[in-house]
T-cell receptor
């Protein structure tokens, strides 16, 4: 399978705990994106990497969120001190150019 | 504030009919436009991209773009029950930004 992969697919955590998600993009893609989607809404942009550089970050993104792409390949998204409002589907996408973005299966986070 | 507007639906069409999905966007400098299909509980799947005014056809799908009216649409010919899903319109503004802004999606139901 050469598509975008994400792990874990599901995560249940208690409020206040830290969680980390991983995304492996399509191998030749140098751009990687994180989005968040809640029920009934379209995906909302969180952040974007070109190779290892984080070039865009949503102004809506809390300081509790951090993302890395240390070697320009896989990326991690960490949420510290989770809140119930963080419950959502976290989507990763990748692209080889400026345009078409392909999404992974997502990580569904439930904060109790 | 960049906005992408879609009718939430549900839009119901009989099998074999043409489904017409519409989207308007607020940012006049937007350059790239995409339609994603999302089945319930799954991640968005890219089905069409369009960058210049006019029509673009791919199989049963036709995307139409009118930048002057800030309007993009998706036509699905010979609709099938398997086309029943939520269709998301996404816009990239360009101008050095690579994030996609999504509408809330239109839920399509194809009735056998």
């Amino acid at each position: 399978d050469t598509g975008v992969s994400q792990n874990p697919r599901h995560k249940i955590t208690k409020r206040g705990q830290n969680v980390t998600f991983r995304c492996d993009p399509i191998s030749e893609h140098n751009r990687l994106y994180w989005y968040r989607q809640t029920l009934g809404q379209g995906p909302e942009f969180l952040t974007y990497f070109q190779n290892e550089a984080q070039l865009e970050k949503s102004r809506l993104l809390s300081d509790r969120f951090s993302a890395e792409r240390p070697k320009g390949s896989f990326s991690t998204l960490e949420i510290q001190r989770t809140e119930q409002g963080d419950s959502a589907m976290y989507l990763c996408a990748s692209s080889s150019g400026a345009n078409e973005q392909f999404f992974g299966p997502g990580t569904r986070l439930t904060v109790l | 504030q960049k906005e992408v507007e879609q009718n939430s639906g549900p839009l119901s069409v009989p099998e074999g009919a043409i489904a017409s999905l519409n989207c308007t966007y607020s940012d006049r400098v937007s350059q790239s436009f995409f339609w994603y299909r999302q089945y319930s509980g799954k991640s968005p799947e890219l089905i069409m991209s369009i960058y210049s005014n006019g029509d673009k056809e791919d199989g049963r799908f036709t995307a139409q773009l009118n930048k002057a009216s800030q309007y993009v649409s998706l036509l699905i010919r010979d609709s099938q029950p398997s086309d029943s899903a939520t269709y998301l319109c996404a816009v990239r503004s360009g101008a050095g930004s690579y994030q996609l802004t999504f509408g809330k999606g239109t839920k399509l139901s194809v009735i056998p």
